[in-house]
């Protein structure tokens, strides 16, 4: 069975550009997640979504990120615009049900110069 | 709120080495314990888990026992291999304060092994 993907793995950009990340959960799985990995600030949960709909966004650390779920199958985290502070490994994650088992994605690498 | 603590990296052995990676937590209630892996380039894994007082999670000869009192979940392993180097997150999930057991992470140890 296939993880997660997501993709791209790697992207670079410049400061004031716009970013989409791109996220496919596990299929059947109903709980998506999307965090940010940083050397200061490790693992944050930035937002948690629930059959498609956003239950939980308090991590989201302000207006310039936005995430969606347009369906089961497809999620994204827009940057806009983007700030070289910015610069971290995004991870997606989805699970088959509430509190069960979280299942990572390989992340996206992103560098904003 | 939530907070988890784990021992500063990084942490450099030689194979067949034992390994402890100490983890203590914060949480309010019951939390369930994890263990989580990162190998390089690769998203997280989940390596062990216990979910009440005293039980014990064991994986690939990776063992933590969930202590509440003294609110521990130490990693251990009795002999590490050159493959075990990786980055290694401890994690609670609440119990109640939010539905959907909201993961919290320490802040990851990495470990090398030499041969």
């Known amino acids: 069975d296939a993880g997660v993907i997501q993709s791209p793995r790697h992207e670079v950009t410049e400061m004031g550009q716009e970013v989409t990340l791109r996220c496919k959960p596990i299929?059947?799985?109903?709980?998506l997640f999307w965090y940010r990995q940083t050397m200061m600030r490790g693992l944050e949960l930035l937002i948690y979504?629930?059959?498609?709909?956003?239950?939980?966004d308090s991590g989201m650390p302000e207006d310039r990120f936005s995430a969606k779920m347009p369906n089961a199958s497809f999620s994204t985290l827009k940057i806009q615009p983007s700030e070289p502070r910015d610069s971290a490994v995004y991870f997606c994650a989805s699970s088959s049900r509430t509190g069960s088992e979280q299942y990572f994605g390989p992340g996206t690498r992103l560098t904003v110069t | 709120g939530d907070s988890v603590t784990q021992m500063e990296g990084p942490v450099t052995l030689s194979e067949e080495a034992f390994l402890t990676i100490n983890c203590t937590y914060t949480a309010t209630g019951y939390p369930s314990l994890f263990w989580y892996v990162q190998y390089p380039g690769e998203g997280l894994q989940l390596l062990l888990k216990a979910t009440k007082a005293d039980d014990k999670g064991s994986n690939k000869g990776f063992e933590a026992t969930y202590r509440k009192e003294t609110t521990s979940f130490h990693l251990e392993k009795g002999s590490v291999q050159v493959s075990d180097s990786a980055v290694y997150f401890c994690a609670l999930k609440d119990a109640g304060g939010t539905s959907y057991g909201k993961l919290t992470f320490g802040q990851g140890t990495i470990l090398t092994v030499h041969p």
């Open positions: 979504f629930n059959n498609n709909v956003p239950i939980d």
């Open positions: 299929s059947g799985h109903n709980s």
